[in-house]
């Protein structure tokens, strides 16, 4: 009897230790977990629009977390928007989306951010966004082949309004507050492959009004 009692102890002193080692890589890869999700997001600088009160905060992908949902990527996650007189702060987009960095003239970004042949991203009435948040071509991520999509704020970051389609890709945008215009070029997807490449040739210009966004006319070729 009693060496039958000391088999029973044996097994069960063993049936701990497995149990053992199997919690403690549960809770090893439960800790890995969080501290992965805390690293897929960073700051990146703020950007100060110095008419109001308003800061952009952009959040961007961690490009050494090779878990991110979307990969290496130049791109802002979201942006933050807070005001210099409030403790609050609100997300552009409800969801983390792909926005292009915004284009900034000033003498702390103008190496970094801002291209000759491009139009600025922030104006007197407007901040401009070019993102890409729909997955056109179904395979599962939003790659460079999908389209980007036109989208303005006023300068306190509300009102949020998409002005190009999601299923045309703006190419890039240009601006005159002299001439009270927007003018957007965009690409349509030629051979309905859904998505956008070099093959697609049709392009045509989207004139907007500048104060009121509503469209003037659209210039094509025939």
Known sequence: M???????LDKLKKMKRIIIILVIPFFYLNGQSQSKDKLQRYFADPI???TTNTILIPTKYNSDDPYS??????????????KTDSSSSKKLFEKDTYINPLR????????LNYNYKHSKSIYNN????LVKNNDLNKNKKIDENDP???????LSGNNLKQITKQTENTIDYYVSEKQNVIIV???RDFDKDNEFTSKDKDYYYLFLDYDTLKEIKRIEIY
């Open 104 to 111: 900034i003239l000033d003498k702390y970004y103008f190496r």
């Open 185 to 187: 070029k965009i690409q």
């Open 48 to 50: 100060i629009i110095d």
């Open 69 to 82: 949902k979307f990969g290496k990527t130049n791109y802002y996650a979201n942006i933050l928007i807070t």
């Open 2 to 8: 009693l060496y039958i009692i000391k088999i029973v």
């Open 126 to 129: 407007w901040i401009f966004f």
């Open 148 to 154: 980007t999509i036109l989208y303005l704020t006023d």
